[in-house]
């Protein structure tokens, strides 16, 4: 069982930068992939990035390329989020999330999931 609890969002004008934490008990954390999707109000969460267990594969969105960096400390069980030269179509609720074995993008191949914080851009 891994519980994921994420922290770091807010309100910030477009062009600035957030970093998202996620903090995951249970001690195998090392041993997963770590994901972050984004939710908007009624539609599926959307891939955003994804870090494999060793750290060294990192994956992410097209609408984030560039832009967004995904980094993991197992030392301390956190993934974060670097989030750059944000968009107000960036706005959404971010949740991290995590699987074992190998990387996909699919949402549905995740077992865990946070409770999200929210991410808001202003223009």
């Known amino acids: 069982q891994v519980q994921l609890v994420e922290s770091g969002g807010g309100l910030v004008q477009a062009g600035g930068s957030l970093r998202l934490s996620c903090a995951a008990s249970?001690?195998?954390?090392?041993?997963?992939?770590m994901g972050w999707f984004r939710q908007y109000p009624g539609k599926e969460r959307e891939f955003v990035a994804a870090?494999?267990?060793?750290?060294?594969?990192?994956y992410y969105g097209d609408s984030v390329k560039g832009r967004f960096t995904i980094s993991r400390d197992n030392a301390k069980n956190t993934v974060y989020l670097q989030m750059s030269s944000l968009k107000p179509e960036d706005t959404a609720v971010y949740v991290c999330?995590?699987?074992?074995?190998?990387?996909?993008?699919?949402?549905?191949?995740?077992?865990?999931w946070g409770q999200g914080t929210q991410v808001t851009v202003s223009s």
């Open positions: 999330a995590a699987k074992s074995d190998h990387y996909t993008n699919y949402r549905g191949e995740y077992d865990y």
């Open positions: 249970g001690r195998t954390f090392s041993s997963y992939t």
């Open positions: 870090i494999t267990w060793s750290g060294r594969n990192t």
